[in-house]
């Protein structure tokens, strides 16, 4: 395991982020397709970075539809020669960096172009997409969707019954998350809902599937997003100080709820101790963190399944504002999915605010000198996970 981490490390710490940025619009965007959206957000961030999209030579992508890459490809008129389309939700485009970063070091690319475009609220699923639990083939279909257990509340909100009745985690500390998320929101111009809530308004917001109120749960969207990872050596040349991968780790447990080893914790329990180990950093090193926020149980068994806290513990670690601008532990700090965007699968935009904070370029939102961030990426129904150590020269 140490051998093969030494040449992780060595690949992953020589490739950069140079460039990240969401498509030009973002929101409610019904008069823009999915492809547009990616290709927005794929000039925005080439220009971000300062390269031309004839100079990307690695395609990553992955979302609804069929053979993602070769659509975007076309559509952007480029022409890689490796491509990457691993699609395993939300996470995919934080586990894309490490790929992008591998392949780079194998000499197989040498812009990595990663993108992502998705139509939640305008368009919702494509024909042709494909749902697990419509199609009688797939095991979800046959033994979970007829006892109504399919879709993300579904699924996640029996994960969180399970957490509430083991450790006795409360509906005021899940609310405390999506107060602290909606403050940082108010301070992003791109959010989409920025007017301020209280724990009695999460509270009183209408049932969606229990114990989830309607503010518990991140908002549907469209949007598009992208970020450039290139070598350390080329982007010291460019126009914005790199930002450097120094550690990562990705798992996968499951993908019916059914085969989840244990519902009170993700495979963040494994990709996480990877990325630390591999960066050589401990809990209290990090400035900022992003992860994923489909719903606010998602960030209290992330921030467990990470080591921030034990498990069962997450309530407590969360309360008191702690996570929330003035706290001592930055957290979401875009409004993430809960407040800012949440077309269907988020981990770029976790992606897109670590850069932005570890270059100084948040405003009102900037934590002050940071330096540190982890972001972890979560697809499925807990089934993913895909941890990045990120940091400054």
Not at 104 to 114: F, K, S
Not at 153 to 169: P, S, V
């Amino acid at each position: 395991m140490k051998s093969v981490n030494r040449q992780k490390a060595a690949a992953l710490q020589n490739a950069a982020i140079v460039g990240a940025d969401e498509s030009d619009e973002i929101g409610i965007v019904p008069h823009k397709g999915v492809l547009q959206l990616h290709a927005e957000a794929a000039l925005n961030a080439l220009e971000d970075a300062g390269i031309d999209k004839r100079d990307v030579d690695g395609l990553f992508t992955a979302g609804p539809g069929f053979a993602a890459s070769l659509q975007v490809a076309e559509y952007l008129g480029i022409t890689p020669t490796y491509t990457d389309s691993t699609s395993v939700g939300g996470s995919s485009f934080v586990i894309h960096v490490e790929h992008a970063a591998a392949a780079i070091a194998a000499g197989l690319c040498n812009v990595a172009l990663i993108t992502h475009g998705e139509s939640g609220a305008s368009g919702g699923r494509r024909p042709g997409a494909g749902r697990p639990q419509q199609d009688p083939w797939f095991p979800s279909a046959q033994f979970e969707a007829p006892y109504h257990v399919g879709g993300p509340a579904t699924t996640y909100a029996l994960a969180c019954q399970r957490h509430m009745h083991q450790y006795g985690t409360t509906h005021e500390q899940l609310a405390e998350i999506a107060v602290a998320t909606r403050k940082w929101a108010a301070l992003n111009p791109k959010a989409m809902m920025r007017d301020p809530i209280t724990i009695d308004d999460v509270l009183s917001s209408r049932w969606i599937s229990y114990p989830f109120h309607l503010l518990d749960c991140c908002l549907v969207t469209d949007a598009g997003g992208a970020v450039v990872v290139t070598s350390l050596e080329r982007a010291r040349d460019l126009k914005k100080k790199p930002v450097r991968l120094l550690g990562s780790g990705e798992a996968t447990t499951h993908f019916t709820m059914a085969n989840q080893p244990d519902l009170t914790t993700t495979p963040a329990a494994i990709s996480g101790p990877l990325a630390m180990s591999m960066a050589g950093v401990t809990h209290s090193d990090f400035d900022v963190v992003e992860v994923y926020d489909s719903f606010t149980y998602t960030v209290l068994v992330t921030l467990e399944a990470l080591g921030f806290c034990a498990p069962g513990e997450g309530g407590a670690f969360v309360s008191g504002q702690r996570t929330a601008p003035g706290g001592d532990f930055p957290l979401n700090t875009s409004g993430g999915g809960l407040s800012y965007t949440h077309p269907g699968m988020f981990g770029m935009f976790l992606l897109i605010e670590a850069t932005r904070q570890l270059r100084g370029e948040c405003g009102d939102r900037q934590v002050k000198d940071a330096k540190l961030a982890l972001v972890n990426g979560t697809g499925g129904a807990m089934s993913s996970t895909g941890t990045l150590i990120l940091g400054t020269e």
